[in-house]
């Protein structure tokens, strides 16, 4: 009898620097809650990533209890899958310090976030945002997982983790398995509405970012003022990076492929195509505005949800820490 196959397993996580965009539902968590279906999930809130920014206390912690809100409220099923708050579970800093210590300052300096982000925060480029791939390796690495499903942007520090499993295993023998990116086709990078040559995300200067909790009105709008190009043909085009990016939302919500949208709206300009698209996406956020409101209301059952989750994932971490520390020669704590 042929043996069944083990379910794959699947980690990702989200900052909670804000209400979650378009791009990262798209990108992200829509896949996410589709994946629960097969694979083994474990999703978390990137809390401790987020202070590589500075952040105010009090909205801080605010944010992040309404994050993990917004990420059952999209779908995310704690009956299905293992969600947790990250720095409830200590072994991802402690699995941090043994990597960074496997970790070339020259692989750091590379990464185009890190140069990214200490150019918009000059006044404040700390020790953990030049190592902040390094905690992301770590939060992947502790669970071995197959597949990390993210957008574009996290891409390299994928391959950064991918190779400091290389380094590691070789180094100490096999501790960490190799884990996978799984990036979706169409949505890997939602631009921003309003400069379609930038990924969406949430910047002072994009008035018109989607919150996944906007209103249908607020959505519409935005959709409607969207900026696109000077002819009025909807089809996807090199040199149509407007365009490109509402099709490639539209594609991914309705499941039309570009030619059924290209011969949709043949003939009838671009008003009524982003008041299309701007329907559709409001019609797909609907359901997840009533959840988030529901579910705040309900603090005691978020705080049970996470403690379980962070229960969860604190003894399936465990094991691959302990095989770490022992790899690299730390005589082991008696019990
Ligand atoms: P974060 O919080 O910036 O984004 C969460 C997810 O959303 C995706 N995303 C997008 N996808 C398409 N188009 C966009 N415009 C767009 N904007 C954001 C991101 O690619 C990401 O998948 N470092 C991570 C969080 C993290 C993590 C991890 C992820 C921490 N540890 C371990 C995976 C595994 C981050 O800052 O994502």
Redesign the pocket.
């Known amino acids: 009898m042929e043996k069944p196959q083990r379910k794959k397993r699947i ?5 909670p ?1 804000g209400i979650f ?1 378009l ?2 539902y ?3 968590i829509r896949n996410w809650k589709q994946m629960q279906e097969d694979y083994n999930c474990i999703f978390f809130i ?1 809390d401790m ?1 987020a202070v590589t920014i500075r952040q105010d206390p009090a909205s801080f912690k605010k944010q992040t209890l309404e994050c993990f809100a917004l990420l059952l409220a999209c779908g995310i099923d704690p009956e299905k899958s293992i969600v947790f708050i990250q720095s409830h579970v200590p072994s991802h800093s402690q699995l941090t310090w043994l990597l960074n210590c496997n970790t070339q300052f020259g692989e750091l300096s590379r990464m185009t976030q890190f140069k990214d982000k200490s150019s918009r925060h000059s006044d404040n480029i700390n020790a953990g945002l030049f190592s ?1 791939p390094v ?2 390796a770590a ?2 690495l502790i669970y071995s997982p197959d597949l ?7 891409k390299q ?1 994928i391959e950064l983790t991918r190779d400091i499993v290389n380094r590691f295993n070789n180094a100490y023998g096999k501790t960490f398995t190799m884990p996978d990116a799984y990036i979706p086709k169409l ?5 921003s509405l309003s400069d379609p040559t930038k ?3 949430k910047s002072a200067d994009d008035n018109l970012c989607i919150d996944i909790l906007d209103t249908p009105a607020q959505i519409i709008k935005k959709f409607r003022r969207a900026v696109t190009d000077s002819d009025s043909l909807v089809a996807y085009r090199e040199g149509k990076d407007g365009i490109n990016n509402l099709m490639s939302i539209y594609s991914s919500i309705t499941g039309k492929s570009f030619e059924e949208i290209e011969s949709e709206f043949d003939g009838r300009g671009y008003g009524d195509f982003k008041t299309a698209v701007g329907e559709a996406v409001a019609e797909e956020l609907a359901p997840i505005r009533e959840n988030y409101d529901r579910l705040m209301n309900d603090r005691s059952y978020l705080k049970a949800v996470y403690a379980d989750g962070a229960k969860k994932a604190a003894t399936i971490s465990s094991r691959v820490l302990e095989k770490a520390y022992k790899r690299m020669g730390f005589i082991p704590p008696e019990k």
């Open positions: 980690l990702s996580g989200i900052q620097t965009t791009g990262n798209l990108g992200a990137a990533h902040y905690l992301m939060d992947i990390v499903p993210v957008g574009n942007d996290q520090h949505t890997a990078r939602v631009m990924k969406m995300s």
